[in-house]
Antibody, heavy 119, light 113 residues
Framework: QVQLVQSGAEVKKPGASVKVSCKASGYTFSGHDINWVRQATGQGLEWMGWMNPNSGHTGYAQKFQGRVTMTRNTSINTAYLELSSLRSEDTAVYYC????????????WGQGTLVTVSS | DIVMTQSPDSLPVSLGERATINCKSSQSVLYSANNKNYLAWYQQKPGQPPNLLIYWATTRESGVPDRFSGSGSGTDFTLTITSLQAEDVAVYYCQQYYNTPWTFGQGTKVEIK
């Protein structure tokens, strides 16, 4: 079955960077775009951007331009999200998510990775 | 950016009764070339990631119970749960994927009255 398994929780200091991984299984990794969405505690969902695992092409929400990098390693079916210059407002659960063929939107989600930014 | 506004924010409903959630987009999400509305609905239970219920505004995802249905076009959409079950207690989000940045509504919390 389709699975997206993310790396564990992180605690970072303001100004640092964090890199979250997302390992895909149960489907052809290169065949589906990966998106990243975050959710602060008790808040709504915020879309960060997308990556095509086949080409490596990416598109980022303007809010995160210059601070976010989405990459992948196709040999191990893993996508990565790196966010730099962290501030307290970046404390959130970060989700990787797959885009479905038929729906053209997010049809599978990772379990989420809590990133806490605190001095 | 397209702003998605849901109503109500909170919805108490008795078991077995109908729940109706509204979602309004700040601009049309209907793509005229294929006549599809780029609108999805998700259910999120505490401590879990969201789960896709409906896409193209009206198409139910595989495995989703048929008590869930979506309707609407253009800028106004509705998610209906025809007979609320205890396991439907959750927060529901609409989302547009017409253009980037993809955006979500603020969420509607459905609870048992």
């Amino acid at each position: 079955q389709v699975q997206l398994v993310q790396s564990g929780a992180e605690v970072k200091k303001p100004g640092a960077s964090v890199k979250v991984s997302c390992k895909a299984s149960g489907y052809t990794f290169s065949g589906h775009d990966i998106n990243w969405v975050r959710q602060a505690t008790g808040q709504g969902l915020e879309w960060m951007g997308w990556m095509n695992p086949n080409s490596g092409h990416t598109g980022y929400a303007q809010k995160f331009q210059g601070r976010v990098t989405m990459t992948r390693n196709t040999s191990i079916n893993t996508a990565y999200l790196e966010l730099s210059s962290l501030r307290s407002e970046d404390t959130a659960v970060y989700y990787c998510a797959r885009i479905g063929y038929g729906s053209s939107t997010i049809d599978r989600w990772g379990q989420g990775t809590l990133v806490t930014v605190s001095s | 950016d397209i702003v998605m506004t849901q109503s109500p924010d909170s919805l108490p409903v008795s078991l077995g009764e109908r729940a109706t959630i509204n979602c309004k987009s700040s601009q049309s999400v209907l793509y005229s070339a294929n006549n599809k509305n780029y609108l999805a609905w998700y259910q999120q239970k505490p401590g879990q990631p969201p789960n896709l219920l409906i896409y193209w505004a009206t198409t139910r995802e595989s495995g989703v119970p048929d008590r869930f249905s979506g309707s609407g076009s253009g800028t106004d959409f509705t998610l209906t749960i025809t007979s609320l079950q205890a396991e439907d207690v959750a927060v529901y989000y609409c989302q547009q994927y017409y253009n980037t940045p993809w955006t979500f509504g603020q969420g509607t919390k459905v609870e048992i009255k």
